[in-house]
C-alpha cells in the first residue's frame, strides 16, 4: 500500500508558474499509475492529468493542455506537475493520485485507490 505526500502549493500571481511534488513511500511506485486531481471550493473533483507506469504515457484536460507538464521519477518514487501560465481559474486544492491498476478511466477520481491530503494552489494578483 502506497502513501502520497505533496507538496509545492502556495499563492502565485496569473501568468506564473508552480511545480507540485508527491512523494510515494510503503510501495513499489513504478508499479503503480498516477495522476493529479483539483477541487475547487463548491465543485467537484476533476482531472488534471495522469502518467504511466513508466513515464511514456500522459494525457491531460484540455482546460491544462499546453500549460501544465506532469513527469515521474522512479527512481526517486515522485510525481510531479509543473504548472505555467497559471490563470485565476486553477486556483484549487491539488491532489496526486495512484493506483496498481486501472478498472475505469484514468480521468475518473474513482478509479484511484490512494490520495495524498492536498496542496494548496491560489492564483491571485
Known amino acids: 500500500q502506497v502513501q502520497l505526500v505533496e507538496s509545492g502549493g502556495g499563492l502565485v500571481q496569473p501568468g506564473g508558474s508552480l511545480r507540485l511534488s508527491c512523494a510515494a513511500s510503503?510501495?513499489?511506485?513504478?508499479?503503480?499509475?498516477a495522476a493529479w486531481f483539483r477541487q475547487a471550493p463548491g465543485k467537484e473533483r476533476e482531472f488534471v492529468a495522469h502518467?504511466?507506469?513508466?513515464?511514456?504515457?500522459?494525457d491531460y484536460a484540455d482546460s491544462v493542455k499546453g500549460r501544465f507538464t506532469i513527469s515521474r521519477d522512479n527512481a526517486k518514487n515522485t510525481v510531479s506537475l509543473q504548472m505555467n501560465t497559471l490563470k485565476p481559474e486553477d486556483t484549487a486544492v491539488y491532489y496526486c493520485?495512484?493506483?496498481?491498476?486501472?478498472?475505469?478511466?484514468?480521468?475518473?477520481?474513482?478509479?484511484?485507490?490512494?490520495w495524498g491530503q492536498g496542496t494548496q494552489v491560489t492564483v491571485s494578483s
Open positions: 493520485a495512484a493506483t496498481l491498476v486501472l478498472y475505469g478511466s484514468h480521468s475518473s477520481a474513482g478509479s484511484f485507490d490512494y
Open positions: 510503503g510501495g513499489t511506485f513504478s508499479n503503480y499509475r
Open positions: 502518467i504511466s507506469w513508466g513515464g511514456g504515457t500522459t
